[in-house]
């Protein structure tokens, strides 16, 4: 119960955010111009911040093993939802079948994950969540971006190595393993940049879902893709992780990270390469709507 508190309180304020976001945007004081912007500002430097940070902490041998435990995890929750879309949506049509299966292999975990893994539980549960985001950044950008377009594999390797995620968990793991410190004026500047990215993440998410017609946004595939995205895999990562008896951090980090909704490059994708990227702004508004929801209710279970 103290579980489920803390995560309804984290995401009440988060929603807030989020209905900043929506009212910005109908304001027109976001555009979809400099929405992108913003975009760009959480990826390339106020999230790598985050991640960082994260890292910036004496970590013992049993969280060492810990942190390989959940990658290990990681990876294969990542291989289990690319052959589960695979198999769940071979009936739709490419337009619709890249984003149902995209959007099971890629969820929110950078943008809304790390926002509420930090804001709920603490810094070192945000470490657990950044070594828990690497595979899914990796399967992004390489076996994500296959379902839209084919990619060579050198093109792929290059957008994993210089996503700016990737480079800020690399130069964590550095700074971990040579118990590097920097100036403590440096590290205020990262901390600080680091926290901006939960409203700002939560504003641009809003200012997203504001576009959407809310009346047309339930429809059997969208409310088909939430159930898997949102229920059936971190249903089935808690099953798993409390099966295996592992630490109890990391099966709430596992579950919630497994539980968030549809990741926001879904759209963008669908849009640069053909599909539909109307639908997959619907499978944006309700999974994200609905995570409000159900990520609380997870934590009842964990």
Known sequence: MENFITMLNTQMILLIYLLVGVYARKRKIITPQSRQSLVDLIIRIALPCLIFQSFGQDITLQEAKNASQILLLSFGVCFGSMLLGKLLYRRYPYEKSSILRYGTLITNASFAGMTIISGAYGQKALFYASVFIIPNRIFMWSAGISLFTQTDLKTRIKNVV?????????????????????????????????????????????????????????????????????????????????????????????????????????????????????????????????????????????
């Open 162 to 302: 210089l996503s700016p995620g990737i480079i800020a968990i690399a130069l964590g793991v550095l700074r971990t393993v040579t118990q590097f410190h920097l100036p403590p004026l440096f590290n205020t500047v990262i901390q600080n940049i680091g926290n901006c990215t939960s409203p700002i993440s939560m504003i641009v998410i809003g200012a997203i879902l504001a576009d959407i017609d809310v009346k047309t946004v339930i429809e059997p595939s969208v409310c088909y893709l939430a159930a898997v995205r949102l229920l059936l895999i971190p249903l089935a990562v808690m099953g798993v992780m409390k099966a295996l008896q592992l630490d109890p951090m990391l099966v709430t980090v596992a579950t919630v990270m497994s539980g968030m909704p549809v990741g926001t490059t879904t759209a963008l994708l669908a849009e640069q390469y053909g599909a539909d990227s109307y639908f997959g702004s619907k499978c944006i508004f309700l999974t994200t709507a609905l995570s409000m929801v159900t990520v609380p209710i997870l934590t009842l279970f964990l």
